[in-house]
């Protein structure tokens, strides 16, 4: 009984000051904070779902961004820009709809690219460490993958007429890229080199073989990215770098087959050839900027033969499939996100994930959200964190100095950085890399005193907690964006391959069609 008269008083206390709790009465309303939420709130009233089919599907792949990456970058952004970090918005900001996308593989708890990829592009969950093929394919077993691919969403659009694009800061043949055309037992089986006698006798075939001679329609309009010594034999040299040799052990020169196919393909090798290409002659490009990986973006202008960036390589491939009246299917990854990750250094990190912003910006400028579906996710995460309590506005790469303009100190006495990794090279001090001499380092276990170096320089590897030579991914859920034709379905906690139902969905390029 007493209960229910407390809940009667409180009915009727909430009801006599309900006049007054109009919003425009409160006592905060003319704070900023608050207006600001309320005008969000007011913008994301008005958005409503775009039903019609989406004539183009962009994804965006920042290669192990993950939610901190997002919010680390973020911020940098808005401290370059001379502007507050916490409350700047990158271009993912914008996107109305959101969504996290759960990142396992079939066979593990932390998944590589290549079957997160896998996942996204063809629909299905498979094991790590595999291409373009389904979860009952074991590793380096030929023979079942041949019977096990799966189909890309890529594929797809070609047998619908539409266009195609990848344009990747990796080698083309990676993981990620790779899953938009391969189909392939073993991820590193990128040229001839790698490919095993026994699996060349049982039918497979290398990535860049299959770039190349992918029978899917009429084949890729635009491929960009690095690993241009996968395409040449090693007889052959570089044509930056005289030095070199490609690594195919075939004889091939997969760039001149390439050529060989029509008079309207094209391969470019330096900026200035890509810069020369015309898509107004219907050109079909393959433009391979590195032997290896591209150059990360913080080092892109010291390279010899000068590279694209990756948002002028995303204009370039836009330009060219938007001649297709049909359409087109384009992935963009910013693979080298996921690279410095694995090096503990979270500069150059930061550095690729801003310049793949760059890449997501130009999209939506160059597009019409009521006829292209772009989302634009990870594959996977990484380790690294956000971790103190730094003041607002502290350096992001920088040591951690709490609201009262203080330097923290850790239980040891030392100061610490914000950005940390909970494994990677950074254990060791100075932090050693992969090929680097462990002995001249300080042991695990023992953390430097930071108070007299400089953290925020680009070559400065973050600490980390466990020893490795190269930092690993986590299995941490990763954010997905959306935006154009049935992006509101992208709400929630997601599977990965669910990416794949919903891109092929909203094109009409999957069994069940919109209307």
Not at 96 to 121: N, R
Not at 226 to 233: D, K, N, T, V
Not at 378 to 384: I, L, V
Request: hydrophobic share 40%; proline share 5%; with cysteine.
């Amino acid at each position: 009984m007493q209960r229910l008269s407390m809940m009667l008083l409180a009915s009727a206390s909430l009801a006599a000051l309900s006049p007054a709790l109009a919003q425009d009465k409160l006592p905060q309303a003319t704070d900023s904070y608050f207006t600001a939420a309320e005008a969000d709130l007011a913008r994301r009233l008005a958005i409503q779902p775009i039903m019609g089919k989406a004539k183009n599907v962009i994804i965006l792949v920042g290669d192990g961004m993950s939610i901190a990456t997002v919010t680390a970058s973020r911020i940098l952004d808005g401290q370059k820009r001379g502007v507050d970090g916490e409350s700047n918005n990158l271009s993912v900001d914008t996107f109305p709809y959101t969504a996290l996308a759960k990142t396992y593989s079939h066979d593990g708890q932390v998944s590589d690219s290549a079957p997160t990829a896998t996942a996204m592009v063809s629909g299905v969950k498979t094991r790590n460490d595999v291409i373009g093929v389904n979860q009952t394919v074991a590793v380096g077993d030929c023979k079942a993958a041949l019977a096990g691919e799966v189909t890309s969403i890529f594929e797809l659009a070609e047998a619908a007429g539409k266009a195609t694009g990848v344009v990747s800061t990796t080698r083309i043949t990676h993981a990620t890229p790779a899953a938009t055309y391969a189909n392939t037992p073993v991820r590193d089986w990128e040229s001839s080199k790698e490919l095993p006698e026994d699996a060349k006798a049982a039918g497979c075939k290398d990535i860049a073989d299959q770039l190349v001679n992918w029978p899917a329609g009429d084949g890729f309009e635009v491929a960009l990215g690095g690993g241009r010594a996968y395409f040449l034999p090693a007889e052959t040299a570089d044509p930056e770098d005289k030095e070199k040799t490609g690594r195919r052990t075939d004889k091939r020169d997969l760039t001149a087959e390439w050529t060989a196919k029509s008079n309207n393909n094209v391969f470019v090798f330096d900026k200035a050839g890509f810069d020369k290409v015309d898509v107004a002659s219907g050109a079909k490009i393959l433009g391979l900027f590195e032997m290896s990986h591209m150059e990360y973006e913080a080092d892109r202008a010291k390279d010899a033969a000068g590279e694209p960036s990756l948002a002028e390589m995303t204009a370039k491939a836009l330009d060219r499939l938007a001649q297709d009246e049909d359409g087109f299917v384009l992935m963009v990854e910013g693979g080298r996100i996921d690279h410095a990750h694995h090096d503990g250094n979270a500069a150059r990190a930061l550095e690729d994930a801003l310049a793949f912003n760059q890449a997501i910006k130009t999209v939506l400028e160059k597009t019409k959200r009521e006829d292209t579906l772009v989302v634009v996710t990870a594959d996977h995460s990484h380790t690294m964190t956000i971790n103190g309590y730094p003041k607002r506005g502290n350096p992001i790469f920088d040591k951690v100095v709490n609201v009262e303009g203080e330097l923290e100190l850790a239980g040891d006495g030392k100061p610490y950085t914000t950005l940390n990794y909970a494994n990677g090279p950074g254990a060791y001090f100075p932090p050693v890399g992969k090929d680097e001499d462990k002995s001249k380092a300080q042991p695990a276990g023992v953390r430097p005193d930071l108070t007299d170096v400089d953290t925020t320089g680009i070559d400065f590897r973050q600490p980390s907690t466990v020893p490795m030579a190269s930092e690993t991914h986590a299995g941490d859920d990763v954010a997905v964006y959306a935006w154009g034709p049935f992006a509101h379905l992208f709400q929630g906690t997601v599977e990965q391959n669910y990416i794949y139902h919903v891109m092929s969905y909203a094109s009409g390029l999957g069994k069940v069609q919109p209307n």
